[in-house]
């Protein structure tokens, strides 16, 4: 007779988020490689130009693994497979899903123009209020009050960066508006993406956003670029870079966890993207770094940690 050893429930549960928290950490850096590679791109190509480029390479790395993983099943005859059917409805979600992130990117860049960056940045930072109010209203989701103190030190360390700079006045109104559609339109995508989680799988969601952006932003590239393609190998690796580690790694991870975390808690987890930004760009471009960035960085960690544990101790009634 063998005595065999199970590993409890609770200590199973904690290894696993655990885990997740990892990947989480390993998108929001890949996704804060992004500023420094556009950075680098836009030396040999312009904006929407970079923003294609990476569109439609990782539409391509996303299809060729999807249909290495189809043909993969059916030369193994892999039963366990599952067939992903799509209605009309589905469609409209990853159309709108497109739409949502391509209209937050282009209000983002609008506003950017017209307002301050530390303006613009403090908006887009309000993404967290949006996605959790959209699913309360919804849906139906609720959040207790040690969540909502988690949401408030994560946003408010996240705002510390650019309240220092901030500019108040009316010739930025237009640009503060367009701002914080920006953090609409995003908010508004997490809930539609955790809503397509339900019924698909990573790559699936992902392929087709990249898919239908690559159409979108293509007929701008057009009309504002000269230049579509880089010239040279080093003006496609950056490019190359955004898509693989930006895109297909970075986005990949986010969309995986939100089978595992609720969109409010991970768009919280996203504060941490601008700060880490700040650190690359003091690493690489010898950009200024305060104190105050490394205090905002530990206040948006422990907001993180307080609405994490608020999750936790909810889903143990």
């Not at 556009?38 to 790395?61: C, D, L, M, V």
């Not at 105050?292 to 609405?307: D, E, R, S, T």
Request: neutral net charge.
């Amino acid at each position: 007779m063998t005595n065999t050893v199970e590993l409890p429930e609770q200590q199973t549960d904690f290894r696993s988020d655990k885990i997740q928290i990892i990947l989480l950490f390993v998108a929001v850096f890949t996704l804060s490689l992004a500023a420094i590679l556009i950075k680098f791109s836009e030396q040999y190509i312009g904006p929407n130009a970079t923003i294609f480029n990476r569109f439609w390479i990782a539409t391509f790395i996303l299809g060729l693994w999807k249909g290495g993983k189809y043909l993969a099943s059916q030369l193994f005859q892999d039963t366990s497979s599952v067939k992903e059917s799509y209605t009309i409805f589905d469609i409209s979600l990853l159309v709108l899903t497109a739409i949502l992130i391509s209209l937050s990117q282009l209000s983002w860049a609008w506003s950017i123009t017209t307002t301050s960056v530390a303006n613009a940045n403090l908006l887009h930072n309000m993404t967290p209020i949006f996605t959790i109010l959209g699913g309360w209203l919804l849906l139906n989701y609720s959040f207790n009050s040690k969540f909502l103190i988690g949401m408030v030190l994560a946003i408010g360390g996240s705002i510390t960066i650019s309240i220092q700079d901030l500019q108040i006045s009316t010739d930025h109104l237009n640009g503060d508006s367009l701002a914080l559609l920006s953090a609409i339109f995003f908010g508004a995508n997490n809930l539609v993406v955790e809503k397509l989680r339900v019924k698909f799988s990573t790559i699936s969601i992902l392929l087709w956003s990249c898919f239908f952006r690559m159409f979108l932003t293509f007929p701008v590239v057009i009309l504002t670029e000269d230049k579509i393609f880089p010239s040279s190998w080093q003006g496609w690796l950056p490019v190359i870079f955004l898509a693989i580690f930006c895109q297909v790694i970075g986005s990949g991870i986010l969309f995986y966890s939100l089978k595992h975390f609720s969109s409010g808690f991970i768009s919280l987890f996203l504060l941490l993207e601008p700060i880490i930004a700040t650190i690359l760009a003091w690493i690489f471009f010898g950009e200024d770094l305060s104190l105050l960035n490394g205090l905002a960085f530990i206040v948006v960690l422990v907001g993180i940690y307080v609405a994490k544990s608020a999750q936790e101790s909810e889903s143990q009634k």
